[in-house]
Nanobody, 120 residues
Framework: QVQLVESGGGLVQSGGSLRLSCKAS????????VSWYRQAPGKERELVAG????????NYADSVKDRFTISRDNAKNTVYLQMNSLKPEDTAVYSC?????????????WGQGTQVTVSS
């Protein structure tokens, strides 16, 4: 059974930090590109950060560069998002995504999301 389970969300004051985790199971995690997305109320879901290949190259939304860091531990089947200097506008549901293209077929999995609320 394929699962992505996020944890680590919560309520934090502006300027604070949180570390999100996403534990994968049921598929070969190390072969997949992984990303974090977020969706605030009334807004479209947006890409926050991703590890886009096996070399570990990363990309970030401009709004989180130099504040957020994505990382993965393939031995633990887990992807992390370290969030520092949090702002109220970072408030959203954060979801992890794992995807892979193989022989023309895309494999694409989502977690259920974890709420991050930043108070001013």
């Amino acid at each position: 059974q394929v699962q992505l389970v996020e944890s680590g969300g919560g309520l934090v004051q502006s300027g604070g930090s949180l570390r999100l985790s996403c534990k994968a199971s049921g598929f070969p995690f190390s072969l997949y590109s992984v990303s974090w997305y977020r969706q605030a109320p009334g807004k479209e879901r947006e890409l926050v950060a991703g590890i886009i290949n096996r070399l570990g190259d990363t990309n970030y939304a401009d709004s989180v560069k130099d504040r957020f860091t994505i990382s993965r531990d393939n031995a633990k089947n887990t992807v992390y998002l370290q969030m520092n200097s949090l702002k109220p506008e970072d408030t959203a549901v954060y979801s992890c995504n794992a995807r892979m293209m193989l022989l023309g077929k895309q494999y694409n999995y989502w977690g259920q999301g974890t709420q991050v609320t930043v108070s001013s």
